[in-house]
């Protein structure tokens, strides 16, 4: 089983960005999928979860509102789209897979997580 998250790279203040997260051995349609992230120094963060359907998301505050979550289960990968970046935005991005929203954005209860990309965004 192997996330691979991809995207990531330096970005001006302002600029956007859109992360890709593929799996291999593994259907994804038969799990919730969320982006994390890490900054330097700090506890990996729920950013953006996404339902099987891709009917339900949740949005952490720091990017409600100019991030979009979205999946596509027959290239079996979830996508996360961030715009107006900022410098506090700069983190490696992880993608992770659980059975339940609850269990990625509330009891950190992750099936598998993938491997992160770094985002950089410069002032």
């Known amino acids: 089983v192997q996330l691979q998250a991809s995207g990531g790279g330096l970005v001006q203040t302002g600029g956007s960005l859109r992360l890709s997260c593929a799996a291999s051995?593994?259907?994804?349609?038969?799990?919730?999928m969320g982006w994390f992230r890490q900054a330097p120094g700090k506890e990996r963060d729920i950013v953006a979860a996404?339902?099987?359907?891709?009917?339900?998301?949740y949005y952490a505050d720091s990017v409600k509102g100019r991030s979009t979550i979205s999946r596509d289960n027959a290239k079996n990968t979830v996508y996360l789209e961030i715009n107006t970046l900022e410098p506090e935005d700069t983190a490696v991005y992880f993608c992770?897979?659980?059975?339940?929203?609850?269990?990625?954005?509330?009891?950190?209860?992750?099936?598998?997580w993938g491997k992160g990309t770094l985002v950089t965004v410069s002032s």
């Open positions: 051995g593994l259907t994804l349609s038969s799990y919730y």
């Open positions: 996404i339902s099987w359907s891709g009917g339900s998301t």
């Open positions: 992770a897979a659980g059975e339940t929203l609850g269990a990625l954005v509330r009891d950190g209860k992750i099936d598998y």
